[in-house]
């Protein structure tokens, strides 16, 4: 086997962080220009849900949670040939950083939020965005305007990931989300930081499908918020030595 699908070969900094705390951020994933292009591209897809040319099913997806499911582009009258390269982008970049990986396009969406019905609650992907079946997975979150001022990111629980690989996942009924309340949070992370990641477009925030996280709450906010959620299966030998880690990290103190 090739010596690249070795964990010797992942970033050392991104291997430390994600192992230890669950995410990490990288700047500049997407140069500015290209966070700009995919954008334009997403910008179509609302307008043709907007003004009811988009799929009935992909128009109820945007009115109920604002989603773009990554492979069902076409149901808003976007050739996938126009996201193909950016999907390959984000693939070759993510294992530059985490070790070969493999994109996984039917659980990759794209989410619209401009009001507070699309705020999503505590929660994880694992049960969330059912993506145990991807494990080791990794949800590479790219926003495409600037976040954590007047428009919302994304707020996380350094470490969380770690006692949540711990607990059963949750199994709501289809359609419901898996989210958990605020209450259950703050119980059971009283000693644990929060990170609300400032990033401009094209930065990436990384985390593992176990590491808790929601929308970051704002009483108002000014625009619209346009992100990517790209998730990558870790292969080959990064994947066993990823669920090495993560056994070996449940030894060491809480962060």
């Not at 690249?4 to 192992?19: C, D, H, V, Y």
């Not at 290209?34 to 009811?52: F, P, Q, T």
């Not at 209450?183 to 499908?209: I, S, T, Y």
């Not at 993560?246 to 962060?255: F, K």
């Given at each position: 086997?090739?010596?690249?699908?070795?964990?010797?070969?992942?970033?050392?900094?991104?291997?430390?962080?994600?192992?230890?705390?669950?995410?990490?951020i990288?700047?500049?994933?997407?140069?500015?220009?290209?966070?700009?292009?995919?954008?334009?591209?997403?910008?179509?897809?609302?307008?043709?849900?907007?003004?009811?040319?988009?799929?009935?099913?992909?128009?109820?997806?945007?009115?109920?949670?604002?989603?773009?499911?990554?492979?069902?582009?076409?149901?808003?009258?976007i050739?996938?040939q126009?996201?193909?390269?950016?999907?390959?982008?984000?693939?070759?970049?993510?294992t530059?950083?985490?070790?070969?990986?493999?994109?996984?396009?039917?659980?990759?969406?794209?989410?619209?939020?401009?009001?507070?019905?699309?705020?999503?609650?505590?929660?994880?992907?694992?049960?969330?965005?059912?993506?145990?079946?991807?494990?080791?997975?990794?949800?590479?979150?790219?926003?495409?305007?600037?976040?954590?001022?007047?428009?919302?990111?994304?707020?996380?629980?350094?470490?969380?990931?770690?006692?949540m690989?711990?607990?059963?996942?949750?199994?709501?009924?289809?359609?419901?989300?898996?989210?958990?309340?605020?209450?259950?949070?703050?119980?059971?992370?009283?000693?644990?930081?929060?990170?609300?990641?400032?990033?401009?477009?094209?930065?990436?925030?990384?985390?593992?499908?176990?590491?808790?996280?929601?929308?970051?709450?704002?009483?108002?906010?000014?625009?619209?918020r346009?992100?990517?959620?790209?998730?990558?299966?870790?292969?080959?030998?990064?994947?066993?030595?990823?669920?090495?880690?993560?056994?070996?990290?449940?030894?060491?103190?809480?962060?």
């Open positions: 086997m090739s010596s690249t699908f070795g964990w010797a070969k992942i970033s050392p900094r991104m291997n430390s962080e994600l192992q230890a705390k669950g995410v990490a990288v700047r500049r994933l997407l140069s500015g220009a290209e966070a700009a292009s995919l954008k334009g591209l997403l910008e179509r897809a609302y307008a043709a849900a907007d003004n009811g040319t988009a799929h009935v099913d992909a128009q109820e997806c945007v009115r109920a949670w604002g989603g773009v499911n990554v492979h069902l582009i076409e149901q808003f009258g050739d996938e126009e996201l193909t390269p950016f999907l390959r982008m984000i693939e070759t970049r993510a530059k950083e985490v070790g070969p990986s493999k994109l996984i396009p039917n659980i990759c969406v794209f989410r619209r939020h401009r009001e507070g019905r699309t705020h999503v609650p505590w929660h994880i992907d694992a049960d969330g965005a059912g993506t145990m079946s991807y494990d080791p997975c990794v949800n590479i979150w790219i926003p495409l305007v600037s976040v954590g001022r007047s428009l919302p990111s994304l707020e996380v629980i350094p470490g969380s990931h770690i006692f690989r711990g607990l059963p996942l949750l199994n709501p009924p289809s359609g419901s989300g898996a989210g958990r309340s605020d209450e259950w949070v703050d119980q059971n992370f009283v000693h644990h930081d929060r990170l609300v990641a400032q990033l401009e477009p094209g930065d990436a925030l990384m985390f593992d499908h176990y590491t808790l996280h929601r929308t970051q709450p704002m009483d108002s906010t000014f625009g619209t346009i992100s990517g959620e790209f998730r990558v299966q870790l292969v080959c030998r990064t994947a066993l030595a990823w669920r090495f880690l993560t056994r070996l990290s449940r030894l060491l103190p809480p962060l």
